[in-house]
C-alpha cells in the first residue's frame, strides 16, 4: 500500500504570514491532488498535478509536484483566516488501479486572525 | 443539482445494532466510493464501485458491506456496530477513470456515526 506522509500534522499561524505544507511518499505518483476539508464538510478539490515539475498557482495558494514525482507542496502566501481547514492530498499510483485514491494523513491549519 | 447527498447526517448506535447509511448522487457518476474518517486523520477507503452490479473492497472492508444496485445510489451496512467503527463516514463519486488520474472526486457531507 503506498503510504503518503504529511508534514506537520499541526500549522498554527498568524493572519499574513507564509507557510508551506508536504507531501511525500517513497513511491511515484501517476498523479497527486490536494484537497481542503473545512469542519462538518467533506474535502473539496483545490488542484491536481500530473507532470513531474508541473507548478500550478490558485490566487495565493502554489502548488508544486516534484521532479521525480514522489513528493509535493502547497505554498500559502499572505493566510487568511478563510485558509483555516484540514489540508489533504490524494494520489494514484503505478501499485493501484486509477479508479482508487489514497490520502495522506493530513496538515491541519489554523489561522490566527 | 444536487451532487452527493448522504442520510443520515448523525446517528447513535448501541453495539450490536445494525444500519444503513444511504448515498445518492445526481451526477451520473459510475464511480462511488465510501471513506471514513477518524478524528485527527485523513481517509481511509472502506469499499468502492465502478458501476452498477460491481462492488471491491478498499482498504478497511470488515465489518461492513455495500451494494449498488443503481447507478445513483451506493448504500454502506453495518451489520453488527462496534466501537471501533465511531468514525465520520464520507461518499464520494467521480466519473469515469482513465483520464490521467485527473478525476475529481466529490464528497458528500459525511455522516457521524458514534458507537456505544
Known amino acids: 500500500t503506498q503510504l503518503l506522509e504529511q508534514s506537520p500534522q499541526f500549522l498554527s499561524i498568524q493572519e499574513g504570514e507564509n507557510l508551506t505544507v508536504y507531501c511525500n511518499s517513497s513511491?511515484?505518483?501517476?498523479?497527486l491532488q490536494w484537497y481542503r476539508q473545512e469542519p462538518g464538510e467533506g474535502p473539496v478539490l483545490l488542484v491536481t498535478?500530473?507532470?513531474?515539475?508541473e507548478v500550478k498557482k490558485l490566487k495565493r495558494l502554489t502548488f508544486q509536484f516534484g521532479d521525480a514525482r514522489k513528493d509535493s507542496s502547497l505554498h500559502i502566501t499572505a493566510a487568511q483566516p478563510g485558509d483555516t481547514g484540514l489540508y489533504l492530498c490524494?494520489?494514484?499510483?503505478?501499485?493501484?488501479?486509477?479508479?482508487?485514491?489514497?490520502f495522506g494523513t493530513g496538515t491541519r491549519l489554523t489561522i490566527i486572525p | 443539482n444536487a451532487g452527493v447527498t448522504q442520510t443520515p447526517k448523525f446517528r447513535i448506535l448501541k453495539i450490536g445494532q445494525s444500519m444503513t447509511l444511504q448515498c445518492a448522487q445526481d451526477m451520473n457518476h459510475n464511480y462511488m466510493y465510501w471513506y471514513r474518517q477518524d478524528p485527527g486523520m485523513g481517509l481511509k477507503l472502506i469499499y468502492y464501485?465502478?458501476?452498477?452490479?460491481?462492488?471491491d473492497k478498499g482498504e478497511v472492508p470488515n465489518g461492513y458491506n455495500v451494494s449498488r444496485s443503481t447507478t445513483e445510489d451506493f448504500p454502506l451496512r453495518l451489520e453488527l456496530a462496534a466501537p471501533s467503527q465511531t468514525s465520520v463516514y464520507f461518499c464520494?463519486?467521480?466519473?469515469?477513470?482513465?483520464?490521467?488520474?485527473?478525476?475529481?472526486?466529490?464528497f458528500g457531507p459525511g455522516t457521524r456515526l458514534l458507537v456505544l
Open positions: 490524494a494520489s494514484r499510483g503505478p501499485n493501484f488501479g486509477n479508479e482508487k485514491l489514497t
Open positions: 498535478v500530473v507532470t513531474g515539475g
Open positions: 464501485s465502478v458501476g452498477a452490479g460491481i462492488t
Open positions: 464520494a463519486s467521480s466519473s469515469n477513470s482513465g483520464t490521467g488520474g485527473q478525476e475529481t472526486q466529490y
Open positions: 513511491s511515484v505518483f501517476s498523479s
